[in-house]
């Protein structure tokens, strides 16, 4: 007999999909991530200026991206790094989700500033470097906010189910999953996407799945064939890093797509996208999978 996905991550039963579990669909504002449309979130790595913000935010809103992304609070390699602009980041994605209607999906860091990004964030991210922070998870889960939960660097899948369950135990069923890359021997790009593991979290979870190109790769030349491999892979939206002159980002400039990239693979994408958006319309799990899978 084959192991099962109930078997194989029988700890976390919470987040697995089965006949019994509906896949979540999870709200923002007047749209869904995980419903019948793939969602595109994009933006700066970092919230810089108030003319970078909203430039990249009008510009991805026309494009078709429905999240706009970027950091106040900035996880760096060193400490002497730009570490963001804090609260007066938030301002300035709730004055760009004001002037665009896109909503707004930024990082949270600290267990103490959950309350304040969780009155200006329509979605927390926990980073990658904090999916094992479970006193962050936890208090960022009851904050009653969708979560974008990024898998961490060296996490194996179980280990981030077992992330998101805990959020589920805390309260919140709003979970978004994030595969944007892993720490491998293969060290020509930043990180190893892991678009298996896509595959596998859409075949085990009721959970949304998107992916990450940009911190997946690090380079910008290679985001749009990740983001394809995403899409193709099932993800249900992505995670995209734009900046109006990559070059002279604060951080992540080298993985940021410049507004003529983000067009450029956005129409590139768009058949792909589609015939993904007519998978999530017409299948459910009892037609993707056999139903020994799904028990
Ligand atoms: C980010 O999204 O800018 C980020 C810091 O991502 P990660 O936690 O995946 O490194
Ligand atoms: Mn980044």
Not at 17 to 46: E, H, K, W, Y
Not at 69 to 77: E, I, L, M, T, V
Request: hydrophobic share 45%.
């Amino acid at each position: 007999m084959r192991e099962s996905w109930q078997q194989r991550f029988a700890d976390t039963p919470d987040v697995l999909l089965s006949a019994r579990r509906q896949r979540t669909v999870v709200p923002v504002l007047d749209f869904a991530v995980g419903g019948g449309s793939f969602i595109t979130m994009a933006g700066p790595c970092s919230v810089e200026t108030e003319s970078q913000l909203l430039s990249t935010a009008h510009h991805v809103r026309r494009a078709g991206a429905r999240i706009l992304r970027g950091g106040a609070f900035k996880p760096r390699s060193s400490p002497y790094s730009f570490q963001g602009l804090g609260l007066e980041g938030l301002k300035l994605l709730a004055r760009a989700r004001q002037q665009t209607g896109l909503a707004i999906v930024t990082e949270v860091m600290s267990e103490c500033d959950v309350p304040m990004v969780a009155e200006y964030a329509d979605i927390l991210q926990i980073g990658s470097r904090n999916m094992e922070n479970d006193s962050l998870i936890a208090a960022a889960a009851r904050s009653g906010r969708p979560l974008l939960l990024k898998r961490g660097l060296v996490a194996t899948v179980a280990d981030l189910l077992r992330a998101a369950q805990l959020a589920i135990d805390c309260g919140n069923p709003n979970v978004i999953l994030c595969e944007r890359g892993i720490r491998t021997f293969e060290t020509a790009l930043r990180n190893t996407f892991d678009a298996a593991a896509i595959a596998l979290l859409k075949a085990a979870s009721h959970l949304p799945v998107i992916a990450d190109p940009s911190h997946a790769s690090g380079n910008r030349d290679l985001v749009p064939a990740l983001a394809r491999i995403g899409v193709a892979a099932g993800a249900d939206g992505m995670l995209v890093e734009v900046h109006p002159d990559p070059d002279h980002a604060w951080s992540d400039g080298e993985q940021s797509l410049s507004f003529a990239e983000f067009d450029a693979m956005m129409a590139a994408l768009a058949p792909w996208i589609e015939l993904r958006e007519t998978e999530m319309q017409f299948c459910d799990a009892a037609e993707l999978y056999p139903l020994e899978m799904v028990g």
